[in-house]
């Protein structure tokens, strides 16, 4: 497995890195943590022309919390997501699902700007950051500009990011209330066979608010806005949550490969979202 | 320079000989990464070779085009069939006796099939060159089924075989048919059966699979003009082997051809077969006059050497009233691939399955195996089991289930009443195995106390209770499994690869200040023979093993040998070992005696020395009898202390075990957790403990991954689904359940230090562990069987198709 | 395409060379700076046998180019003590039978070396998860574990009494 020759850039800042893009067009991509392109270019699947690889730019790195906000780098690894106390203490939610990505080696190298990137229905980062609301912050000629995740994923691979553009960072609110980030799959290093990311606020034994995204259960990630307006004034009881699950199951369409035809996931998937929302409940 | 101090204790310490869980030689280089396997292997010149496959499972080759490839700086050559064809290496035989394309002749009838050798200055100009050339395909109908192979309508796949009514193993009776291959009497089996108080029936099939060594096949081939030699490193399980067979293919004669096995990073049988590989890079070679490397990749590796199992196997067995199993009828339709290239000996071409009446006393019994080709890769090799028994013991430990089933009898009882007794053994099965000895009843006993067998089964129906009444969704499991191994192959009277008899062999030489150096015809991939024969020979000749040097794999220095598989390396090799020591011993007694002044017949051997019998003061060690050996003249015997043994062994070993998991599954998902996995083996003497637990836990890591998701899985057209490790299961430290070991000891009657091998014996005994764990739990729900891997959604079908989703 | 300048330290010693920026780490360590210590397994990040740490990070050399080590500190396995000299844990593999082959043996015990620095008082629960990304073929991990956390007593004890 031997990838096709390319040429390698390393700019040390973003606007660099946009003037390669620019330059080159769809012949480059960029290269963040690489777990995912390297493989791809070795199997000859992508064919890449120029690698753009920002692994200088020092900005990209940055975590930062303030104001309610948080604000994080593309290219902070899920190592670094794992290993930050205070990520983990206002994003536990963050933390928990980093765990569940690839094994140690992978989350080293593997980074949240990367994962939300690609475009791929398996990677968990995208449900993660719908689940969130976040906001992600996309560096291009004319400077950045801002795309809701909820918006950002068109397809398979398929994202709102144009050729000569990057991910440079994640915003969202430090999340209240409960969380859970749950995950099926076949072993360690496998993505998910059905994984969701629930965050629901209870305010007195009623659900302020709830939000529920799905991994791998569609071409993009799902946020189910009908799932969470499910629980959202209600006790959460056992028909909530049943009707919960019912309205997030209608919004995804899984495709059969070697986790199991398409029954088995739409079924894992209702366990997947029930347990989500009432390990969620439960911390809330 | 008698040796005055030390106690006998102290002296039998001091030789890390037999029992004693030795620390490995090995692992001092291993630990550091200074392991030399193939791919370390540097040559001045080198090339690289590497393969245009084929992305087709069935297609007529309309044209090659190579011209691009050649055009592109740093490629060497570029070989196809036409290259190959004037020296009648296009095709070559297969160790099952069909022939197998070196190179797509014509045609390919698998995916992954080796098209064209590229062969160029490095990987990466390599890599460029095979997308370069260009190969025009004419797709035609895919046989993946080996059920429908045998349809009259199917597509002929092997047109190079059209009009040969019979092949190596007798008649053909359908162009897609290799052979059919029986053994038993089926009439009476039959008969039995048709009058039988009670009859279980039951298709019980095991799944393609891949042994997967992390480190995949490879060479480095070295035609030397000058002198005519002609060195291959590789990656060979059985390097003896592979020189013949490389002088009879390529007319070098067998004197200079040197074939090196390296270290080995695991084989577990896909290391046994000659590849296409193999003979491409000593072609290149000689064409280029240079060295010439070629290594697998991971996707090559699955794709296109060696898988196992595959076998679809059909069978009654019958029984009285209160659970005697009185006959026992087995039909296999056996999926080989494309071309049979299976690793058996020749007389076994559906290797030592008639060992499928397992450790029960089966009065009659039938077995008949058809042998297909179909377009999925050639193989067949016994991947960590000695030839096709994995099949034989998971057959026949699912018909015991079925049948306890249908005799409405708990399974470890129906077991305990049908086990072969003790005083049965040596015993003759009804399919000609003679079992060399076995006490199944203690070592049952031992496990099912181990495990509380009766309190699980206490804990399993009051799970079933909590489970109807809504209150637990998760079912408990206790898969049994006891098997009986054949292992040793074997005895030169019926057993040989390619016509040479499958004994081993060990030369020793004893060096004038008494240590020692063996040579083996076996070949380690982890097994730990370098630790493990230099404490037989130890134990045999009185020398510490910390002073004998073992090597193997060397065809120059090495005495001929059959190889490392089927866990034949302890029942021949370390025969030998014991043998060659034993040589050694009475060449010793003569020389103690000539220096001692006494007859030979007054001397008795103790521990590390020949003692006068009687006057324990006089005695002369191995290191004095070995200094005088090489130093003084002893009148009637010749200098020196060398022996060699070529051991053919009168009959197999057979080491049995008792398995028992307990599995948690989860009905709703799917997912399971291994609570308990006990493991109690009897391999007969035991050599090295240490070594046996780290045998038995990965022989059993490997049968849970075959078990519960392990798979080499074809799309309808032939491609290949599981082509990388994402897809193909090798269970990480996360997954991989913890095993409690255990054992009881008894020694084989015929090895000359009672071992039997247990190298396989895990993955025998464990694949049924596992699987019966999963259909136990669904058993108080009415399943009777349910196909293997037990991954994730055919669990959850499981539940489905019983109802249990609501 | 053109070839780069590529400066890195693998092992303490300071390398220059010149390749092409689509090489693997692991094809330039093993086949231009002969440390053949780390292995090629599945060449798609999964099992693990070509870890090497890099800057401090442990990764997998098959999913690398050598152009991202450019400035890197690399170190393999033949790094981790003098040649001809086992360390606690290479000691600890041996002593509880952690390998057998010896094929992943390098990148599990690399591995095993950066686990053990951040976090010395493993359980076998942590040891199992942190060592996920090693695959073994032979041994069934289970000894490995037991290696690994004998190395961490063994190292700890050694701590203390230095203290």
Known sequence: MIPSAFEYHRPADVKSAVGILQAQGDEARVLAGGHSLIPMMKLRMAAVTHLVDLQDIAELKAVSIAEGKVTIGAMVTQHMLIDNARLAASVPLLREAALQIADPQVRYCGTIGGNIANGDPANDMPGLMQCLDATLGLAGPNGTRNVKARDFYEGAYVTACEDDELVVSVTFDVPKGGHAYEKQKRKIGDYATAACAALIEMDGGTCRSASIAMTNLSDTPIWSRSAGAALTGTRCDTEDIASAVTAALANINPTEDNRGPVAFKMHVAGIVIKRAITRAIASA | MNDQTPTRVERSAKLKGLGVSRKRVEDVRFTQGKGNYVDDIKMPGMLFGDFVRSPYAHARIKSINIDAAMALPGVIAVLTAKDLEPLGLHWMPTLAGDKQMVLADGKVLFQGQEVAFVVAENRYINADAIDLVEVEYEELPVLTDAKVAMAPDAPVLREDLAGQESGAHGKRKHHNHIFLWEIGDEAATDEVIANADVVAEETVYYHRTHPCPLETCGCVASMDKVNGKLTLFGTFQAPHVVRTVASLLSGIEEHNIRVVSPDIGGGFGNKVGVYPGYVCSIVASIVTGRPVKWVEDRMDNLMATAFARDYWMKGRISATKDGRITGLHCHVTADHGAFDACADPTKFPAGFMSICTGSYDIPVAYLGVDGVYTNKAPGGVSYRCSFRVTEAAYFIERMIEVLAIKLNMDAAELRRINFIRKEQFPYDSALGWEYDSGDYHTAWEKALKAVDYDGLRKEQAERVAAFKRGETRKLLGVGLSFFTEIVGAGPVKNCDILGMGMFDSCEIRIHPTGSAIARLGTISQGQGHATTFAQILASEIGISADSITIEEGDTDTAPYGLGTYGSRSTPVAGAAAAMAGRKIRAKAQMIAAYLLEVHDGDLEWDIDRFVVKGAPEQFKTMTEIAYASYHQEIPGVEPGLEAVSYYDPPNMTYPFGAYICVMEIDVDTGVHEIRHFYALDDCGTRINPMIIEGQVHGGATEAYAIAMGQELAYDEIGNVKTGTLMDFFLPTSWETPTYTTDFTETPSPHHPIGAKGVGESPNVGGVPAFSNAVHDAFRPFGLKQSHMPHDQWRIWTIANDLGLHG | ?163
């Open chain 3, 1 to 163: 395409m053109s070839k780069m300048h590529l400066k890195l330290t693998v092992n303490g010693q300071a390398e220059e060379l010149r390749v092409e920026p689509r090489e693997l780490l692991i094809h330039v360590l093993r086949e231009k700076l002969n440390i053949t210590g780390p292995h090629i397994g599945c060449e798609t990040s999964h099992c693990g046998a070509c870890t090497v740490e890099m800057n401090g990070k442990s990764v997998k050399s098959c999913t690398v180019f050598a152009a991202q080590a450019d400035g890197a500190e690399v170190t393999t396995i033949e790094g981790l003590s003098p040649l001809g000299e086992m360390n606690v844990l290479q000691n600890a593999f041996r002593e509880h039978h952690g390998l057998q082959c010896g094929f992943c043996t390098p990148g599990m015990i690399t591995r095993a070396h950066r686990l053990l620095q951040e976090n010395p008082t493993p359980t076998a629960e942590e040891v199992r998860f942190g060592m996920a990304g090693n695959l073994c073929r032979c041994t069934g991990y289970q000894n490995i574990v037991k290696a690994i956390l004998a190395a961490a007593s063994e190292m700890n004890a050694a701590k203390e009494a230095a203290e």
